[in-house]
């Protein structure tokens, strides 16, 4: 078992920005990939971020040069660092974590981008 408590969120202006954290506990020896989905109003969610377990990353056209995936294994602990944000950011940010073939999620921390 893998929880993830994600906190970090709220309202920013656009342009903007926040870091979401994502800490780990329970079974980490097992994580192998960490990453950040998002999910809009009335959206399918979708990946904003993902990093692997030697730190190779990738992410979402929409935010490519904006945002920062990092991973701090000394913390179980995977960061979300955004910048520049627009108001099409906006969404409930997950946090997963994938064990084998199984993914856990946080619970969401929501990120609202709003003059």
């Known amino acids: 078992q893998v929880h993830l408590v994600e906190s970090g969120g709220g309202l920013v202006q656009p342009g903007g920005s926040l870091r979401l954290s994502c800490a780990a506990s329970?079974?980490?020896?097992?994580?192998?990939?960490m990453g950040w989905y998002r999910q809009a109003p009335g959206k399918q969610r979708e990946l904003a971020a993902h990093?692997?377990?030697?730190?190779?990353?990738r992410y979402a056209d929409s935010v490519k040069g904006r945002f920062t995936i990092s991973r701090d294994h000394a913390k179980n602990t995977v960061y979300l660092q955004m910048n520049s944000l627009k108001p099409e950011d906006t969404a409930v940010y997950y946090c997963?974590?994938?064990?084998?073939?199984?993914?856990?999620w946080g619970q969401g921390t929501q990120v609202t981008v709003s003059s």
């Open positions: 997963y974590a994938r064990v084998l073939d199984y993914d856990y």
């Open positions: 329970g079974s980490i020896f097992s994580i192998n990939n």
């Open positions: 990093i692997t377990l030697d730190l190779s990353t």
